[in-house]
Structure formats: structure tokens, C-alpha cells
């Protein structure tokens, strides 16, 4: 089993620690596209590295980023002597310097600046408020951008270009409907929407209707497919995802989160697969 790819973006809900029990739960002969309509950070799909791909998202700073990387306008060296830079100005003006950056890409939506706010915010949290705005505060740790930490970006952002080379991959900023409307037999979706009545933001509202009309998209597809979702944490279980997919097999994975620093706010929360 190889290593997992690590994405150089971090979101809410990013995959990275499912990887290996999805990447099994995949059967497919990746003949047609592989497609994801909440694309996200892009780790599953760069984890499952297949030669055609449709990836859509609702928010567009994830799509640009790696449209650019494809493009060829934002590689490991051009992010190298970025973050150099602005990593020293950080470390000499402090928050200052976030802040600055934050107002920048908020007019502009430049890749490396988002870049550098998705690798210096509070807690790793990517929010954007009802304008639009990205609004996370700093982390507070001027020194953020240390030799050894950009050097860790700059492999992840080679390491997706390499994976991306020389395949068909599709960047689009869409909503999901669309996405899942261009589907076709012989394809293969992968679909990890928000969680309904979890932490939302700006491009991540999502309800129970929306929950519903997916649920209904999946079920009338004309090929295979996975769909993530919570299954039950300490407090209560997704009744509404189990009697939905009561007809299919709904694999599950149980993994730790913390809600802080120390071990006793260490909860369970098993994740669900429904197979398609
Ligand atoms: C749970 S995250 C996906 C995580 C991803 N699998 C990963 O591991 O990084 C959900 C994603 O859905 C996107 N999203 C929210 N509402 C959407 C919509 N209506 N259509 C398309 N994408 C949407 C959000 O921007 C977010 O990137």
C-alpha cells in the first residue's frame, strides 16, 4: 500500500487520515472519470491518482489553486521564494503582515497568498464570511514560515503537480448538481459534502434539503460511487443517512478528534461509506 499524499491546502473535513479505508472501498477498472463534485483539498483524488478526472468545488480559491499548479503558475519554487519572502516579513511585523496578506487576497485572490493564509491561520480553520471574505484570524506565530515548514509545502505542491502531470484532470468551480448531472456510465463518484448542521461558511452552507437532494442525485446514477458522511459520534447517530441507504452496504471507520489540548476532549466520531 503506498504512502498517503498529503495536500498542500488544509480544509475542515479534509480526508487525510481516511484515505487508506477509502482508497480500499474503491471498485473500479478507472477506465472513465474519476469524479468528485466537493473536491475539497484534493487529497483523495491525488491519493487516488486516476488518468481522467472531473473535480468541482463551490468555493473557487480551492479550484484556482490548483488550476495554477496545473497551469504551471504556482510551483514549488515559485511558492518557495514566495513564502521566503513574506514568511520574513511575517516573522519582522507579526500580525500586521497576516493581516495584510488577508486584505490582499481578499481583492485580488491570488493563489500564493491563499496559500500562505490556508498555512498561517488560527487552528488551520479556512472560513470565509457572507461576503465572501476570507476571515480567520492569525495563528499568532510570527516565526509560521521556518526553513524546514516551506520546505514541507514546496514538497506537497511538487508532489501533486508530479501526481497531475500528463493526466486529464478538470478544475471547476461549480455546484455540485452540476457536476453529478455530467456524469456517465463507466465514471466513478466520489462525493464528501459538508456535514448538515455542522460548521458552514460561506461556499459550505448545507441543510438536510440539500442532504436530501443528494441522496436522491446518488441513488438515480448511472455508475458506481462512495459517498462519505458522519455515522454517529457520542451524542447521537445519522439516523437519516441509515434509513436512506438502508438498501446499501454502509461501511464504517471510527477515528479520535480533539476539540482542544488535552486528552479529555478527545472524542470518537465514526465516519460512514455508503457503496453505490
Ligand atoms: C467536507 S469538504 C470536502 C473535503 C475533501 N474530501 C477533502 O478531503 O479535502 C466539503 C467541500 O464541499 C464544498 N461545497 C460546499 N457546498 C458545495 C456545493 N453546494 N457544491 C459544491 N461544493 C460545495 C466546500 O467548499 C468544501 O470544499
Keep these: 500500500m503506498s504512502a498517503v499524499q498529503v495536500p498542500p491546502l488544509k480544509?475542515?473535513?479534509?480526508?487525510?487520515?481516511?484515505?487508506?479505508?477509502?482508497?480500499?472501498?474503491?471498485?473500479?477498472?478507472?477506465?472513465?472519470?474519476?469524479?468528485?463534485?466537493?473536491v475539497g483539498s484534493a487529497v483523495v483524488a491525488l491519493n487516488i491518482a486516476p488518468k481522467c478526472a472531473l473535480l468541482g468545488d463551490a468555493n473557487p480559491h480551492l479550484v484556482r489553486f490548483y488550476a495554477a499548479i496545473q497551469a504551471g503558475t504556482?510551483?514549488?519554487?515559485?511558492?518557495?521564494?514566495?513564502?521566503?519572502?513574506?514568511?520574513?516579513?511575517?516573522?519582522?511585523d507579526g500580525q500586521e503582515h497576516f493581516y495584510r496578506v488577508r486584505d490582499r487576497f481578499n481583492?485580488?485572490?491570488?493563489?500564493?497568498?491563499?496559500l500562505f493564509l490556508n498555512r498561517a491561520c488560527f487552528n488551520g480553520l479556512v472560513r470565509f464570511n457572507r461576503k465572501g471574505r476570507f476571515n480567520t484570524p492569525f495563528c499568532?506565530?510570527?516565526?509560521?514560515?521556518?526553513?524546514?515548514?516551506i520546505t514541507k509545502i514546496c514538497n506537497q505542491v511538487q508532489r501533486a503537480a508530479d501526481i497531475m502531470a500528463g493526466k486529464d484532470w478538470k478544475f471547476v468551480c461549480a455546484d455540485w448538481g452540476e457536476i453529478l448531472r455530467e456524469t456517465r456510465e463507466g465514471d466513478f463518484v466520489y462525493c464528501d459534502p459538508p456535514y448538515a448542521g455542522r460548521f458552514t461558511d460561506y461556499f459550505s452552507s448545507w441543510t438536510?434539503?440539500?442532504a436530501e437532494q443528494l441522496e436522491n442525485g446518488l441513488k438515480a446514477l448511472p455508475c458506481s460511487f462512495l459517498?462519505?458522511?458522519?455515522?454517529e459520534n457520542k451524542y447521537r447517530r445519522n439516523d437519516r443517512l441509515h434509513e436512506a441507504f438502508s438498501d446499501y452496504e454502509i461501511k464504517t471507520f471510527s477515528h479520535f478528534y480533539h476539540l482542544g489540548s488535552t486528552e479529555s476532549l478527545r472524542n470518537s466520531m465514526t465516519e460512514a461509506l455508503v457503496v453505490g
Design 11 to 38: 480544509i475542515q473535513g479534509i480526508k487525510t487520515k481516511a484515505i487508506p479505508f477509502i482508497r480500499d472501498s474503491v471498485d473500479w477498472d478507472g477506465a472513465g472519470r474519476w469524479i468528485e463534485p466537493f
Design 74 to 92: 504556482v510551483t514549488s519554487a515559485t511558492v518557495r521564494s514566495f513564502l521566503e519572502r513574506e514568511g520574513a516579513r511575517l516573522q519582522e
Design 107 to 114: 481583492d485580488s485572490g491570488d493563489s500564493h497568498d491563499f
Design 140 to 149: 499568532r506565530k510570527p516565526e509560521r514560515f521556518r526553513p524546514a515548514y
Design 208 to 210: 438536510d434539503k440539500d
Design 227 to 231: 459517498y462519505s458522511m458522519w455515522s
